[in-house]
């Protein structure tokens, strides 16, 4: 029998969030891009900030789903640089869906926000997050993103 996965906390992810910059209807959908301008990375083995270096390229489909496509930078408290790509979706109840657009704060328990963070750095003292899967539950705010990273193990 094959080993069945865990999930093992890595990090809580706060990113904040530019103004969102609104493309108009792309062949998929509504595309918009929300520039990540800094934030916070806390966890056991890892702890850092989020840099002012990085976006959020999203397609909103007709239903009010969307599809996030991010990659930004995170440099640790020790000086290690980590790329970030995280690509996920967020889906639910249109009213809900519309409250998170408007910016409102709303219950992360009603509606779905999973992610699937790649982490890559050239720094030894990190290099096992290359080679390592990594699964991610979110929220939207007014003016972030909070996003808990877990080891799958």
Known sequence: MLVQPKLIHFCDVVAQLGKPMELG???G???RIIPIIGGTVT???VNGK???LGADWQTVFADGSAE???RYTMETDDGALIDIRNFGYRRG???VLAAVGRGEDVDPSLYYMRT???FE???ARYRWINTTIFVGTGAREASSVRISVYEVV
């Open 50 to 52: 989020i840099l002012n």
């Open 43 to 45: 966890g056991e083995r």
């Open 29 to 31: 959908g509504k595309r």
């Open 121 to 123: 750095t050239g720094d």
């Open 93 to 95: 109840p249109a009213e």
């Open 68 to 70: 996030l496509d991010t």
């Open 116 to 118: 699937q963070p790649q």
């Open 25 to 27: 209807d792309g062949r």
